[in-house]
């Protein structure tokens, strides 16, 4: 089971990039991903979640109305849409596998997903 990050980079306040979290070596569809971010000297955060159907979709407050979360099981990949980039969105982003699987309602519990990727950065300045 393994999850690969990429799509970061440097952009501007206001800038958008799109992140990509890649599953080998099992099937995506069974199992909520999500999005998780960790700044320097900072705790690991929830940022966003899709159940394994798509159907449900979970956000944290402070990236509300500016993420969008998707996921592509054909292509056994989830996308972070990331717009109106800010500053204090800069972090290392890591995408990560629901240890339950078949979950209605997904969450953004950092303690519910197994981690494993080396993440991607995100920094956001001017």
């Known amino acids: 089971l393994q999850l690969v990050e990429s799509g970061g980079g440097l952009v501007q306040p206001g800038g958008s990039l799109r992140l990509s979290c890649a599953a080998s070596g099992f099937t995506l569809g069974s199992n909520s991903i999500g999005w998780f971010r960790q700044a320097p000297g900072k705790e690991r955060e929830g940022v966003s979640c899709i159940s394994g159907l798509g159907r449900s979709t979970n956000y944290a407050d402070s990236v509300k109305g500016r993420f969008t979360i998707s996921r592509d099981n054909d292509k056994n990949t989830v996308y972070l849409q990331m717009n109106n980039l800010k500053p204090e969105d800069t972090a290392v982003y890591y995408c990560?596998?629901?240890?339950?699987?078949?979950?209605?309602?997904?969450?953004?519990?950092?303690?519910?997903?197994?981690?494993g990727g080396q993440g991607t950065t995100v920094t956001v300045s001017s």
């Open positions: 990560a596998a629901d240890r339950l699987l078949f979950v209605t309602f997904c969450t953004i519990d950092p303690g519910r997903y197994e981690f």
